[in-house]
């Protein structure tokens, strides 16, 4: 009951000014320089909103606790269902056959016993540490993302931001006039409201209403009837999103960036092994990452995709075969420009004494520090920029390095 309140108040605590749920929301920035070497890189931020079992879908089969902790939804080499043999010691959940694909043409690499700098266990509080970029929860006016794209060089200006969730990512949101656009939520309405509200703000805010205009005539384009997925099938709304992202993204003047968020990975109850809930998820997610694969076509080779989420879950099962709310997880990366088939990790151990606060695997790796090696990759950004900008005061934080091929 605590869980469906708190996930109320964060979704109205992240309504944006025009209200309504959405899968689309759209920015207007400066296209940043194209790279020295010709790469035209792209970056799509992808955020699991409810706590990802890490232990579940990336599985240390190599660690002698792991199965008795996990219990019945343990994954096992063997048997009916086997997990997917990452190497000697981790195994990859069998719903994800096309992320198991790009691991093994080196595109796809894992960081496991990661998190961010929060150790609470608030859904609210984790979000907001994840998206916003600080050590902790709070500051919650702008996104990593949206500083991010700040420091980046200035070119034409082009559509080269894409938000796409309920409600736009904290992680995308900023300041209009600093950044020089305006993130705008697009609301379920006909297009007789939708105008109105572009007549609105053309003459209170003219950024936000050239942001909207130019979102609704991008969300026709990127969601024909070929997108439109099932009601209530949040795995066809996983691949609707990907396919509409990747659409756009493809194009030369399209976006270069994009945040998508997907929930519902908050499984306290009937998670399941390799079949069940969480199963059902993490095909939707796989079936995300073939479609923006297939979408971006040659783009693909100079993109990165980062999925993370705003914590881990517990080592131990509880009673009703599901887990509760932890610390360590994974944190994913695929694309053509990931230096992949690698797990990385320095593996803390799941004995009692190794756990955190004697129940989560305990976080070895700082997210940020995975975050800021894809961008100073990607981007070129300088030590500088990402400890005092991107992510302020996190110079203990070193970006990861060779993350991007």
Same mark, same amino acid.
């Given at each position: ?12 605590? *992240? ?12 920015? @207007? ?7 020295a ?44 269902h ?35 700098? @929060?150790?609470d ?12 970029? &600080? ?14 794209l ?18 736009t ?6 300041n209009a ?7 705008v939520?697009?609301?379920?309405a006909? %297009?007789?409201?939708?105008? *109105?509200?572009?007549?609105? &703000? ?51 003047? /399209?976006?270069?960036?994009?945040? !998508?968020?997907?929930? /519902? ?8 092994g ?9 095909? /939707? !997610?796989?079936?995300?990452?073939? =479609? ?26 509880? /009673?009703?075969?599901?887990? %509760? ?16 088939? *690698? ?12 756990? @955190? ?28 920029v990402?400890? =005092?900008?991107?992510f ?14």
């Amino acid at each position: 009951m605590i869980d469906c309140v708190e996930n109320r108040l964060l979704t109205s605590r *992240r309504s944006l000014l025009l209200g309504g749920a959405s899968f689309a929301a759209w920015a @207007y920035l400066p296209k940043f320089a194209r790279a020295a070497d010709g790469r035209d890189p792209r970056l799509i931020v992808v955020i699991l909103r409810g706590a990802l079992d890490g232990l579940s879908t990336v599985a240390p089969i190599g660690d002698p606790d792991y199965a008795g902790l996990h219990g019945s939804i343990a994954l096992a080499a063997d048997g009916a269902h086997p997990a997917i043999m990452l190497d000697s010691f981790f195994a990859l959940h069998p719903a994800m056959p096309e992320f198991a694909r790009m691991y093994r043409d080196r595109h796809a690499a894992v960081i496991h016993a990661v998190a961010t700098p @929060y150790r609470d266990r608030s859904h609210f509080d984790g979000q907001d540490v994840l998206e916003s970029g &600080y050590a902790g929860p709070g500051r919650v006016q702008s996104g990593w993302l949206n500083r991010a794209l700040e420091a980046l060089p200035r070119g034409e200006r082009v559509s080269s931001a894409l938000a796409v969730g309920p409600t736009t990512p904290l992680v995308l949101r900023g300041n209009a006039p600093t950044v020089g656009w305006a993130p705008v939520a697009l609301p379920h309405a006909d %297009d007789d409201t939708a105008m *109105r509200l572009v007549d609105l &703000y053309r003459h209170r805010d003219p950024a936000l209403a050239m942001a909207l205009s130019q979102g609704l005539q991008l969300d026709k384009a990127a969601s024909g009837a070929d997108m439109k997925p099932k009601p209530g099938n949040a795995v066809a709304q996983m691949r609707q999103v990907a396919r509409g992202a990747a659409k756009l993204m493809a194009a030369d003047d /399209g976006p270069r960036i994009a945040a !998508l968020a997907f929930d /519902g990975w908050d499984t306290h109850a009937k998670e399941g092994g390799p079949v069940g809930r969480l199963a059902f998820l993490l095909g /939707g !997610l796989d079936g995300a990452l073939a =479609e923006l694969e297939t979408g971006l076509g040659e783009r693909w080779r100079d993109t990165v995709v980062v999925v993370a989420t705003e914590f881990g879950r517990t080592a131990r099962i509880n /009673g009703t075969d599901g887990t %509760d709310h932890g610390t360590g997880t994974i944190a994913l990366l695929a694309g053509g420009a990931v230096k992949g088939g *690698r797990v990385i990790s320095d593996w803390p151990g799941l004995k009692l004494a190794n756990l @955190y606060e004697g129940r989560d695997l305990k976080p070895t790796a700082d997210l940020r520090s995975v975050i800021k090696g894809v961008l100073q990759g990607q981007f070129g950004l300088s030590d500088r920029v990402l400890a =005092e900008t991107v992510f302020p005061d996190s110079a203990g934080a070193r970006p990861m390095q060779g993350l991007v091929a």
